[in-house]
T-cell receptor, first 111, second 114 residues
């Protein structure tokens, strides 16, 4: 069974402070991991995927297979980063790929 | 990536009735999915909508309660049948527009059952 855990429901930081949103996963195969973000009154959208190894809006995430983690980081938080963040793992079901989501972390960046 | 239109955006329904939610994509996609997000919870996959055949349901979800259609590569419907207050959730459509590409989501349908 595949599982994604985001231990923090809420993370509150001040503008300019570093941010780390934690994500741990459990999966027997080779995982593909994503971070999705939902800004207020907007649809859920893809932020980044681990195989792309890119930085989006200053965010990065590195897959650590030894620690089964995929933490999302940003060195200097901005107020516009305030949103709901979901870590997700893509695994196989009978129909193909399925996404398993973590519980989500609400990031609040205070001025 | 595809433009995903989901409707209705919200509805308030009476107990015991059924509601069909539509998901329309502006280009052909390989995979379409339906998720549920209960209040204060994360997203849970209901089923994968298969084009021209029966949907593949995840554990805890059955066809009688959540019948799904996907008549072509750009359209799918999810029906929530015989609704009860426990069905009050946001229902989301997502698509995989090409093999092994990330899923993209519609705006969701916020459903409240009285």
């Amino acid at each position: 069974a595949q599982r994604v855990t985001q231990p923090e429901k809420l993370l509150s930081v001040f503008k300019g402070a570093p941010v780390e949103l934690k994500c741990n996963y459990s999966y027997s195969g080779s995982p593909e991991l994503f971070w999705y973000v939902q800004y207020s009154r907007q649809r859920l959208q893809l932020l980044l995927r681990h195989i792309s190894r890119e930085s989006i809006k200053g965010f990065t995430a590195d897959l650590n297979k030894g620690e089964t983690s995929f933490h999302l980081k940003k060195p200097f938080a901005q107020e516009e980063d305030s949103a709901m963040y979901y870590c997700a793992l893509s695994g196989k079901n009978n129909a193909g790929n399925m996404l398993t989501f973590g519980g989500g972390t609400r990031l609040m960046v205070k001025p | 990536s595809a433009v995903i239109s989901q409707k209705p955006s919200r509805d308030i329904c009476q107990r015991g009735t059924s509601l069909t939610i539509q998901c329309q994509v502006d280009s052909q996609v390989t995979m379409m999915f339906w998720y549920r997000q209960q209040p204060g919870q994360s997203l849970t996959l209901i089923a994968t909508a298969n084009q021209g055949s029966e949907a593949t349901y995840e554990s805890g979800f059955v066809i009688d309660k959540f019948p799904i259609s996907r008549p072509n590569l750009t359209f799918s419907t999810l029906t929530v049948s015989n609704m009860s207050p426990e069905d009050s959730s946001i229902y989301l459509c997502s698509v995989e527009w090409a093999p092994n590409q990330p899923q993209h989501f519609g705006d969701g349908t916020r459903l409240s059952i009285l």
